[in-house]
C-alpha cells in the first residue's frame, strides 16, 4: 500500500471515529472557591491567624460567648469605610486586646478591654475608641498583643490581597 492510500485510510478512520463517537456530556465548571475566612497578621513577636468579621453579622459576633482565645489566634474586623470605630465587650466572656490598625498596618491604638459584669447594662459597658479613622481592627486575647509586640507605631503585616478583602466588606 502507498503512503498516500495509507494515509487517506487513517484519515478516514479518524473520521468516521469522531462521527460515530456518542455525544460527551458537558462538564459543568468548577465551583468557585470558598472564601478564605482566615486573616494571617504578621506581627513581631510571630503571626496570629485571625477569623474575619466583614460583615455586620460577624462583627455582632465577634469573639463574644468564647471561653477562650487560644493563643496564636484572633480576629479581624475589615471596614470598607474609614471611620473611628467604638468596640465594647457585650457579650464576651473573656479579656481582650484590641488594636486599631491602618491600612498598612501600623497601629494606631492599643488596650486592654475586659468583659462586663454579669447582668451590666448596654449603657454601662465602656467602649474603647480608636483615636483615628481606621478600616481594621484587631483582637487577641488579653495579654498577647504585648508578647507579640503590637504596641503604637509599629507596622504589622497584612496579606497582599487586603485591599480586595477592605473593598469586599462592609461599610
Request: a negative charge; one cysteine or more; glycine letters at 8%.
Amino acid at each position: 500500500m502507498s503512503f498516500r492510500a495509507l494515509l487517506a485510510v487513517l484519515v478516514a478512520a479518524v473520521w468516521v471515529g469522531a462521527c460515530s463517537a456518542p455525544p460527551s456530556k458537558p462538564v459543568p465548571p468548577a465551583p468557585p472557591p470558598a472564601p478564605d475566612t482566615r486573616f494571617v497578621v504578621g506581627c513581631p513577636g510571630g503571626d496570629v491567624i485571625c477569623e474575619i468579621a466583614d460583615d455586620w453579622e460577624r462583627r455582632a459576633a465577634g469573639l463574644s460567648a468564647r471561653s477562650a482565645v487560644p493563643a496564636g489566634t484572633g480576629m479581624v474586623f475589615l471596614y470598607s469605610e474609614p471611620d473611628v470605630r467604638g468596640f465594647w465587650m457585650k457579650g464576651c466572656l473573656v479579656a481582650l486586646d484590641i488594636a486599631y490598625l491602618r491600612d498598612d498596618g501600623t497601629v494606631v491604638d492599643v488596650g486592654r478591654m475586659e468583659p462586663p459584669a454579669v447582668g451590666a447594662s448596654d449603657d454601662a459597658l465602656p467602649r474603647f475608641r480608636s483615636s483615628e479613622p481606621v478600616r481594621i481592627v484587631f483582637e487577641v486575647a488579653a495579654g498577647e498583643a504585648a508578647k507579640l509586640g503590637v504596641v503604637r507605631g509599629v507596622k504589622l503585616r497584612l496579606p497582599n490581597d487586603l485591599a480586595a478583602r477592605l473593598a469586599d466588606a462592609d461599610p
